[in-house]
């Protein structure tokens, strides 16, 4: 059976009539941002945020959606420093509302459902203002400042500029992640099941999305797919507000290359953050966990997929971007591993990698040498047959090792390791790839985005796959 992180990632496999097929890749090393300015709302004291979100930094405040404004005038929800939802506003330097979570969102390979419902109307002040993660309400609270009854949100204030993935009013708190089907409803309380999403009726602790295309959105709301792939602030862009609204944002610092396939229905492998050995230096991850940077000169800095198989036919790709010196790897890890500094993918016990000097590696021996040696620009498949217990590398869509090489059955992630801080990999499951794809290629089940296609019956590592499989 397939193993793949915890958290909502089963919203990806459950069966659903609403297929959701974008989502928007934010690195904050390129400083993202979405802006659209706010019409006269329908109702101030009464609107739904709603959005689907994928993680690939924690330990650092990223802003989900802001108001134009400055310190004494903002409203920001937001991931702080500790990985908690927060929920702030500040009117003429009064703190107005301040709801942060007492849970920690760390689950780097799964799919949230965020969405905030305010309502100052109503007469308790817990019905004021709400926080729903995956369909169920956050009452377990750090902080609980709820808004005064009739208090207008600053956050739906007419004449101002909308900030998604940014601080409003200085360049920080930049988002890094995947963002899918954002829903903002002027003038309406949604609670989410039933109008964002939906709990499955076979699974019911999971929680799918829902087409919001029906729900009444007010004249400041908006609906963000991210079908198009254009920068211009119209319904030909990113941006584009498919609502009905005409509500289109503008994009700063988010590109083509970013639209992914990742999706809260089918959720792709990506590198796991959580599984990142850095040696220091420049070393890091980044390009929605796809990109791995070398940071010494000393040691390899390595990172494994956020799934992991131990059966089936499985398909990758990377671009060895810059290689930076003394043999990238690229190649499998066992689930189990501990990466370890010093080392490199097919230097540790469980780990098999095929070298930048052409050999394949496992545990620091060689498994096969001769094979062609790779190096800037070049693209390297692995395909991973867990069915018949081989191996198989390709570089730039050539057979490698032919025969494949055989290895032990058991539980393995794709995984790469950089030595250089010159050096980097770009990684492409399949959702979306950080370098241009010139000849796209889907797997035969129609699922990813390939250079080089996937051998007959090899598959992209993804949820919807994973069904399939079993």
């Not at 990223?62 to 903002?74: T, V």
Request: charged share 15%.
């Amino acid at each position: 059976m397939p193993l793949i992180l915890s958290g909502n990632v089963a919203s990806a496999t459950a069966s659903t009539g609403y297929d959701v097929d974008h989502s928007l890749r934010w690195d904050d090393g390129d400083s993202p941002v979405m802006s659209e300015s706010t019409g006269t709302p329908s109702d101030p004291d009464k609107w739904t945020y709603s959005v689907w979100v994928k993680r690939c930094t924690l330990g650092a405040e990223q802003k989900l959606i802001a108001l134009e404004g400055d310190s004494l005038n903002n409203d920001a929800i937001s991931f702080d420093s500790s990985d908690q939802l927060r929920w702030y506003g500040i009117t003429s330097s009064s703190t107005y509302i301040d709801l942060k979570t007492n849970r920690k969102f760390r689950d780097v390979g799964a799919w949230y459902n965020l969405c905030f419902v305010y309502d100052s109307a109503q007469g308790t002040d817990s019905d004021r203002a709400k926080i729903y993660v995956n369909g169920t309400q956050e009452t377990s609270l750090a902080t609980s400042t709820y808004p005064a009854q009739n208090k207008d949100s600053y956050i739906n204030t007419a004449s101002k500029t909308w900030i998604l993935g940014r601080q409003s009013w200085q360049a920080s708190g930049y988002f890094d992640g995947y963002m899918s089907e954002i829903v903002f409803c002027d003038g309406q309380a949604y609670a989410p099941d039933g109008n964002v999403g939906e709990f499955n009726e076979d699974s019911p602790t999971i929680f799918q999305p829902k087409d919001p295309s029906g729900l009444t959105f007010g004249t400041n709301g908006f609906f963000l797919e991210f079908k198009e792939t254009g920068t211009s602030q119209n319904s030909s862009g990113i941006g584009a507000d498919t609502s009905g609204n005409n509500n289109h944002f503008a994009v700063t610092n988010l590109a083509a290359i970013d639209q992914a396939n990742d999706s809260p229905t089918n959720n792709f492998c990506t590198l796991n953050p959580l599984a990142f050995e850095n040696a220091g230096g420049t070393g890091r991850m980044s390009e929605g966990s796809l990109r791995l940077d070398g940071g010494s000169s000393t040691a390899h800095n390595m990172s494994v997929g956020t799934i992991a198989v131990n059966q089936g036919k499985w398909w990758f790709e990377a671009e060895i971007d810059a290689y930076g010196g003394n043999n990238p790897s690229i190649g499998i890890a066992s689930y189990d591993v501990t990466l370890s500094l010093g080392n490199y993918i097919g230097g540790l016990a469980g780990t098999i990698g095929y070298t930048g000097n052409g050999n394949i590696n496992e545990n620091g021996s060689n498994l096969e040498t001769g094979l062609n040696s790779y190096t800037d620009g070049d693209i390297i498949n692995i395909g991973l047959d867990l069915d018949n217990n081989k191996i198989y590398a390709y570089k730039n869509g050539s057979l490698e090792n032919t025969g494949g090489t055989t290895i032990t059955n058991r539980y393995y992630s794709f995984a790469v390791s950089q030595y250089s801080n010159s050096g980097h990999w770009l990684c492409n499951f399949g959702a979306s790839a950080p370098y241009t794809i010139s000849s796209g290629n889907a797997d035969e089940n129609g699922y990813g985005n390939f250079e080089h296609a996937p051998v007959s019956g090899y598959l992209a590592l993804c949820t919807k796959n994973l069904a399939e499989e079993g």
